[in-house]
Nanobody
Framework: QVQLVESGGGLVQAGGSLRLSCAASGRTFGSYAMGWFRQYPGKEREFVGSIIWNTGGTYYAASVKDRFTISRDTAKNTMNLQMNSLRAEDTALYYC??????????????????WGQGTQVTVSA
């Protein structure tokens, strides 16, 4: 059974940092693209960034570029999201996602067919 499990969410002050992790299990993710979405209460899920597992190439939403960094640990089958210079508007539920090959569009929710359960990030002003 394929599973994506997020961890590392929590409460942090504005300007601080937080690191999320996504543990992937159930298959080899070498031919996958993985990424992160976030969701504000009552809003649609929003693209944060993605990584191509076998090359390490990354793509980011403009709102997080230069503040967030996605990386992967191929030995541990884990993807990480390092979030720096956090702002109150980064407060959201963060989801780990994956799709075999490349997504049809990096920032489309429906382009990814594997989702974790989400981890809450709260940034206090």
């Amino acid at each position: 059974q394929v599973q994506l499990v997020e961890s590392g969410g929590g409460l942090v002050q504005a300007g601080g940092s937080l690191r999320l992790s996504c543990a992937a299990s159930g298959r080899t993710f070498g031919s996958y693209a993985m990424g992160w979405f976030r969701q504000y209460p009552g809003k649609e899920r929003e693209f944060v960034g993605s990584i191509i597992w076998n090359t390490g190439g990354t793509y980011y939403a403009a709102s997080v570029k230069d503040r967030f960094t996605i990386s992967r640990d191929t030995a541990k089958n884990t993807m990480n999201l390092q979030m720096n210079s956090l702002r109150a508007e980064d407060t959201a539920l963060y989801y780990c996602v994956a799709v075999h090959g490349r997504p049809t569009a990096w920032d489309r929710v429906r382009a990814y067919d594997l989702w974790g359960q989400g981890t809450q990030v709260t940034v206090s002003a």
